[in-house]
Each structure stands twice: as structure tokens, then as C-alpha cells.
């Protein structure tokens, strides 16, 4: 572990450095001295305010829950809204939060957080993430369990910043948004407008930037059907997710296939993300 807290690992080509104390993000990856996510600086450190750097843990939630209030079997639980979504509830407690390290080689770690309940989130739960660096790539593990004694609902994504470049995908159908960034709640067929900078899709199985002399891809287990793809000029980000945009109130009005979870006590959700490095010049 450096001084900083942040711990490296490496394998052929291949260099990773995570920040368990930091919510258990990726900090930096790198292939042959480029970088294939955005570097976190180093001075990082505000839990709610996060530089756009890096690549952090999605838990128990991806992206907004609307007005941070929670419908879900049949009781509606307050959340705590966040700053940078108000009224709304923003990306899960579990990146505020510092995970411990469980075990790691040179090219190998797990990251484990023990959840309890609190204003945040009102079930307790277990969360690991494994990152595994091999001569082209990360693979990183997720997965999150019930640890509470009543029904969770659960969800499970990750959020890596991407170097700029030109974006593609195969998603087969995607979730018209608000202005406040939350799904209408229509289920269309089609990647949806190419021009907008943010995109909720799904039905994917492969997303891709193209950089200078480089391809970065991203893929998923089918567990993470969801794929949030969001453009802001310096970066790109490709977030694999189970579940769509506030999918646990769109479910509970009704809507279908919204890919959400709900784990019984003990149970457990999981899934797999690989990213992927290709040279090109």
C-alpha cells in the first residue's frame, strides 16, 4: 500500500491502482504507459463531491432514485438526496463509503464492505469487488448480498471514466430521458438519439471508444443488461448496470423489465465486467 493508501497492481503490460479507503475505486489503469481511465488525482478525497476520474462501484443502485423516496414492496423508505441530483438520490452509499481489503497478489485484489443500515440506505448488506489484471485487460467481479433480515431491493453497476473518443455500441433498446436525467418510463426499440450526450440503453453486449492508436471495450456478464453512456467533452463514460435509471419506483408503478432485484435475507446478486485494451498504430 502507498502512503496515499492506494495499492498498485500489475501484469505484462498492464498497471492498476486502487483506493479502498476512496469507496473501493479503480484510480488508475494503464496499458504500455497509456492511460485507459481517466487518472483520479490524487488529492481526491471529498466522499460526496468525486473527481471525474477513475472508476467506482455502483451499490445497491445505479443513478438516481426520484425525489431520494424508495417504493418498494409496497412501503415507500426516504432517502437522502444528493447534492448534485437534488431532489434526487445519486449512484448508491457504497462509493462514500471506505471498503477494506480482503486479499491481493500482484496482479489480484478483493475489496469488501460491511453495510449497515442507516439513512443512506435502510438494509444492511456485504459487497465485494475483484479486480483481476491479465495481458490485455481488467476483469472486475461484483457482488452484493442481503445481510439484513427483510427482502432488499438490489441492484449492482460500476462507472469508469474513459478517455474522449468515438463511442459505439450494439444496445437494441433504449429509455427516453427527462431533463433531470430520469427514464419517462417508455421502453423503445433502437440505440436511441446518437446526438444526446447521455444515454440509458439496453440489450447490450458490447461498448466501445476508439482513441488515438487504441480501442477500449467494454463487456459484461448478462446480469448487467443495462448500459448508461454519458459524453462530457474530456471524458466518456460507459456504466454497465443490472437495472435501468430509478428502476425500483418505475417497477413499482407497473413498468416492466426495468431489470431490477429483489434479495431475500442471505441472498446474493452478482456479475462480472471486463474491460479491454487493443492497440491499434
Not at 433498446?173 to 444526446?196: F, M, N, S, V
Not at 430509478?246 to 434479495?263: E, I, K, P, Y
Request: charged fraction near 20%.
Amino acid at each position: 500500500m502507498s502512503p496515499a493508501g492506494r495499492l498498485r497492481l500489475a501484469q505484462g503490460g498492464l498497471e492498476a491502482e486502487l483506493a479502498p479507503a476512496l469507496g473501493g475505486r479503480l484510480t488508475m489503469l494503464r496499458h504500455a504507459g497509456r492511460d485507459i481511465v481517466v487518472p483520479l488525482p490524487m488529492d481526491h478525497a471529498d466522499p460526496l463531491f468525486w473527481g471525474k476520474g477513475g472508476g467506482y462501484p455502483l451499490v445497491p443502485y445505479h443513478n438516481r432514485i426520484a425525489n431520494a423516496q424508495l417504493h418498494f414492496d409496497g412501503a415507500a423508505f426516504d432517502l437522502l438526496p444528493h447534492p448534485d441530483a437534488l431532489p434526487h438520490s445519486l449512484h448508491g452509499p457504497a462509493q462514500r463509503r471506505p471498503w477494506r481489503l480482503v486479499e491481493r497478489d500482484a496482479a489480484n485484489a478483493v475489496l469488501a464492505l460491511d453495510y449497515a443500515a442507516d439513512a443512506d440506505w435502510p438494509w444492511a448488506f456485504e459487497a465485494r469487488q475483484s479486480f483481476t489484471l491479465g495481458d490485455k485487460g481488467l476483469t472486475i467481479g461484483l457482488t452484493l448480498r442481503n445481510t439484513d433480515t427483510t427482502p432488499m431491493p438490489a441492484g449492482l453497476g460500476w462507472h469508469p471514466y474513459l478517455p474522449a473518443g468515438r463511442v459505439t455500441h450494439d444496445a437494441a433498446i433504449h429509455w427516453p430521458l427527462r431533463p433531470d436525467y430520469l427514464p419517462t418510463g417508455k421502453r423503445l426499440d433502437g440505440p436511441g438519439p446518437q446526438a444526446e450526450a447521455t444515454r440509458y440503453v439496453e440489450a447490450w453486449t458490447m461498448a466501445a471508444v476508439a482513441v488515438d492508436e487504441m480501442d477500449i471495450t467494454l463487456t459484461a456478464s448478462p446480469e448487467f443488461g443495462h448500459l448508461v453512456v454519458h459524453g462530457a467533452g474530456q471524458y466518456v463514460c460507459l456504466e454497465p448496470a443490472t437495472h435501468v435509471a430509478n428502476g425500483f419506483n418505475l417497477a413499482a408503478a407497473g413498468h416492466d423489465l426495468t431489470g431490477t432485484h429483489s434479495l431475500a435475507p442471505g441472498e446474493v446478486l452478482a456479475g462480472t465486467i471486463r474491460l479491454m485494451v487493443r492497440e491499434t498504430s
